[in-house]
Structure formats: structure tokens, C-alpha cells
Antibody, heavy 119, light 114 residues
Framework: EVHLVESGGGLVQPGGSLRLSCAASGFTFSTYSMNWVRQAPGKGLEWLSYISPSSSTIYYADSAKGRFTISRDDAKNSLHLQMNSLRAEDTAVYYC????????????WGQGTLVTVSS | DIVMTQSPDSLAVPLGERATINCKSSQSVLYSSNNKNYLAWYQQKPGQPPKVLFYWASTRESGVPDRFSGSGSGTDFTLTISSLQAEDVAVYYCQQYYSTPRRTFGQGTKVEIK
């Protein structure tokens, strides 16, 4: 059974950094494209970043470009999101999500990890 | 960016009645080379992550009840719940993946029981 478990969220001050992780199990992680999607409190879903197998292709939403870095460790079946220069508007639940097939819909999601940016 | 606009923002439907959610894209998400619409529908219940209901606009995900249906092509799409059940209370999102991997969601439609 596919499982995605996020961790690393918490309270951080504006301008601070945080590194999120997503532990994957139940499938051959190295062969799947992965994504980060976030949801601000009471708001909709926002795709943030994509990484292909072997990390050969990486994309960011404009809101993440220059501040966030996606990476993966296929040996450890893990996905990461390094977030720097955090702002209040980055407060959200952050989900990792798997591509069904590269670039199509998201067939599995983690439960999410809450990031709160506040002084 | 392709903008996805859902209507209505919320709706309240009596149990057993039909619920219809519309999704319109700012440009066609029909890929002419394979005649597929690059659109998915998700259901998100309170406190839970989203769950995919349909992809390619009308391909039902395994385990999704057949009272749910997805239809449409090009720029206009519809998610229909033929007979609303209590467990269908949720927010529903459409998503385009035509501009993959940069995917965009609609703003969501909240479905409640009337």
C-alpha cells in the first residue's frame, strides 16, 4: 500500500527557514515524479514544485521560485522541500503528492504538515 | 498560466438529490494529439488530504462510487453527484495538467446537505 508521510513542519519566524520531508513507501519511489502542494488555512490548493525521476527535471511555481528547493533521495525513498526566507503568506499545510504518470494527476497524497510563519 | 474557475463556490443539496459542479478553464485543456482532456477532479473532506475522483476528465478512479460522474471537453467540465449522500459533504476541486508539470486548481466548491 502506498504511503506518503510528511514531517518537518512547525512554527518559524518570518525570514526563517524550514526543511520539509516526505517519506514514501509501498511503491518504487525512484520511478515516480513527485510534487509539493500547499493549502493555506481555509483556502484552496496551490501546486508548488515538481521533481522528476532522477531529479532530471525540476519546476517551481512563481511563489516558490528562488526561495524553495525541491530534492529527492531515492536511496532513502524521501522527498524534501527546503524553504528559505519564509513569509507569513507561506503559512499553510504542505502536502507531498505523487504523479500517477509523469505530469498527470496526483494519485496519492500525504496527510500534510503544517507550517506556521509568525513572530 | 491556465486559470481554472469553478461554479458555484458552494451549494447545498438535499440528500438523494443531484449536485452539479462546473469548471471552466481559461484555455482548452484538450490535447489534440491524443484527444484527451488534461483535467482531474478531487474531493477533500475536512481534515483530510484531497483524493482524486476522476482523471482525463471522465476516467473514474478505482473505488469511487458510480453516483459520481465527470464530463466535458475543451474548456468546460462538470462533476455530477447523481444522488447526494451524507459522506459526499466535501470541497471539490478541478485541476488542469495540460500545462504540466505546472498544474493549477480551481478555487474549490463546497458541497453541503440542505
Amino acid at each position: 500500500e502506498v504511503h506518503l508521510v510528511e514531517s518537518g513542519g512547525g512554527l518559524v519566524q518570518p525570514g526563517g527557514s524550514l526543511r520539509l520531508s516526505c517519506a514514501a513507501s509501498g511503491f518504487t519511489f525512484s520511478t515516480y515524479s513527485m510534487n509539493w502542494v500547499r493549502q493555506a488555512p481555509g483556502k484552496g490548493l496551490e501546486w508548488l514544485s515538481y521533481i522528476s525521476p532522477s531529479s532530471s527535471t525540476i519546476y517551481y511555481a512563481d511563489s516558490a521560485k528562488g526561495r524553495f528547493t525541491i530534492s529527492r533521495d531515492d536511496a532513502k525513498n524521501s522527498l524534501h522541500l527546503q524553504m528559505n526566507s519564509l513569509r507569513a503568506e507561506d503559512t499553510a499545510v504542505y502536502y507531498c503528492a505523487r504523479d500517477r504518470i509523469r505530469g498527470v494527476d496526483f494519485d496519492y497524497w500525504g496527510q500534510g504538515t503544517l507550517v506556521t510563519v509568525s513572530s | 498560466d491556465i486559470v481554472m474557475t469553478q461554479s458555484p463556490d458552494s451549494l447545498a443539496v438535499p440528500l438523494g438529490e443531484r449536485a452539479t459542479i462546473n469548471c471552466k478553464s481559461s484555455q482548452s485543456v484538450l490535447y489534440s494529439s491524443n484527444n484527451k482532456n488534461y483535467l482531474a477532479w478531487y474531493q477533500q473532506k475536512p481534515g483530510q488530504p484531497p483524493k482524486v475522483l476522476f482523471y482525463w476528465a471522465s476516467t473514474r478512479e478505482s473505488g469511487v462510487p458510480d453516483r459520481f460522474s465527470g464530463s466535458g471537453s475543451g474548456t468546460d467540465f462538470t462533476l455530477t453527484i447523481s444522488s447526494l449522500q451524507a459522506e459526499d459533504v466535501a470541497v471539490y476541486y478541478c485541476q488542469q495538467y495540460y500545462s504540466t508539470p505546472r498544474r493549477t486548481f480551481g478555487q474549490g466548491t463546497k458541497v453541503e446537505i440542505k
